[in-house]
């Protein structure tokens, strides 16, 4: 399994941009980046995913540079309830399992 | 759809006795998962079936775990004899089958809080 870096921990003001790094420098050209988070004590939810092109929905952007080796994820302004651990993926094709690593914990203080 | 549903949310049981987590997917997803998560280890990975099927069973983490998907809308995860040691929040989560462009995020139950003593 491809394998992914996160620092472990960062602060974000509220209102700001958060700008949380993932590298993954073994990642597979079919390979797809997977943004989950998970808010204290509830089950991890899925935030927004890519393979090559930026990606953006309602919830976030997602940037991935142009040799796939590291992405950013964008939340375009943080509020106190995105205070979460954030966990970068690369996910296998085959099989399609999820494979957590420590992830980085987002802070966003008032 | 009322998402991933998982019983009981918690559990505290004594050591020795046998207890079973239950997990009912999202109508229509192909895969489930299960998952443990602690401080020390984090989220990791047991079990996941396919079409009911166990696909990869490496994260079980000794005979006393076993799980079971008897049709596609129900799943258990049973540790017999319990020990203080599996105390951890499971999870459980269900998605469809992985292909190029198609929406295949995993959504997650809220998990089972499980208190061995």
């Known amino acids: 399994d491809a394998k992914t870096t996160q620092p472990p921990s960062m602060d974000c003001a509220e209102g700001r941009a958060a700008n949380l790094p993932c590298n993954h420098s073994t990642i597979s050209g079919n390979e797809y980046v997977y943004w989950y988070r998970q808010i204290h004590s509830q089950g991890p939810q899925y935030i927004i995913h890519g393979l090559k092109n930026n990606e953006t929905n309602e919830m976030a952007s997602l940037i991935i540079t142009e040799d796939r080796k590291s992405s950013t994820l964008i939340l375009p302004h943080a509020t106190l309830r995105d205070t979460a651990v954030y966990y970068c993926?690369?996910?296998?094709?085959?099989?399609?399992?999820?494979?957590f690593g420590t992830g980085t914990r987002l802070q966003v203080f008032p | 759809d009322a998402g991933v549903i998982q019983s009981p949310r918690h559990e505290v049981t004594e050591m020795g006795q046998e207890v079973t987590l239950r997990c009912k997917p999202i109508s229509g997803h192909d895969y489930l998962f299960w998952y443990r998560q602690t401080m020390m280890r984090g989220l990791e990975l047991l079990i996941y079936?396919?079409?009911?099927?166990?696909?990869?069973d490496s994260g079980m983490p000794e005979d006393r775990f076993s799980a079971k998907m008897p049709n596609a809308s129900f799943s258990t995860l049973k540790i017999q004899p319990s020990e203080p040691r599996d105390s951890a929040v499971y999870f459980c989560a269900s998605s469809l089958f992985y292909s190029e462009g198609a929406d295949t995020e995993a959504f997650f139950g809220q998990g089972t809080r499980l208190t061995v003593v």
């Open positions: 993926i690369v996910r296998v094709a085959r099989p399609d399992k999820l494979i």
């Open positions: 079936f396919n079409n009911n099927v166990p696909i990869d």
